[in-house]
Nanobody, 125 residues
Framework: VQLQASGGGLVQAGGSTRLSCAAS????????IGWFRQGPGKEREGVSC????????WYADSVKGRSTISKDHATNTVYLQMNRLKPDDTAVYYC???????????????????WGQGTQVTVSS
């Protein structure tokens, strides 16, 4: 499984950005795709995930209500749309994948087996 994250960049507070995670290789609907972020001096934390089997989603409280995760099954690409961005959203964002059967609940980075390279999101105040 290979993951390629893209999107992000420099955004003003209150603005929006859309991150993309293109998955390739032996990936199918048995996989969960998650988004994680690591801000300066912080631990990596879960942001959102989507289950391939039923499309169920999860959001961290910090982004709930202003973010949407979605999946294009035709291209195996997962998107994370983030709105009303705040300076606290500044981080390197990573996408990750794992078989659903390997997960506890999909919210922790230790649950995931495959990782993309990360993409920077910087929110200016």
């Amino acid at each position: 499984v290979q993951l390629q994250a893209s999107g992000g960049g420099l955004v003003q507070a209150g603005g929006s950005t859309r991150l993309s995670c293109a998955a390739s290789g032996s990936i199918n609907n048995d996989y969960v795709i998650g988004w994680f972020r690591q801000g300066p001096g912080k631990e990596r934390e879960g942001v959102s995930c989507i289950f391939g089997s039923d499309g169920d989603t999860w959001y961290a409280d910090s982004v709930k209500g202003r973010s949407t995760i979605s999946k294009d099954h035709a291209t195996n690409t997962v998107y994370l749309q983030m709105n009303r961005l705040k300076p606290d959203d500044t981080a390197v964002y990573y996408c990750a994948a794992s078989l659903e059967s390997h997960l506890l609940d999909g919210t922790g980075p230790d649950e995931y087996d495959y990782w993309g390279q990360g993409t920077q999101v910087t929110v200016s105040s």
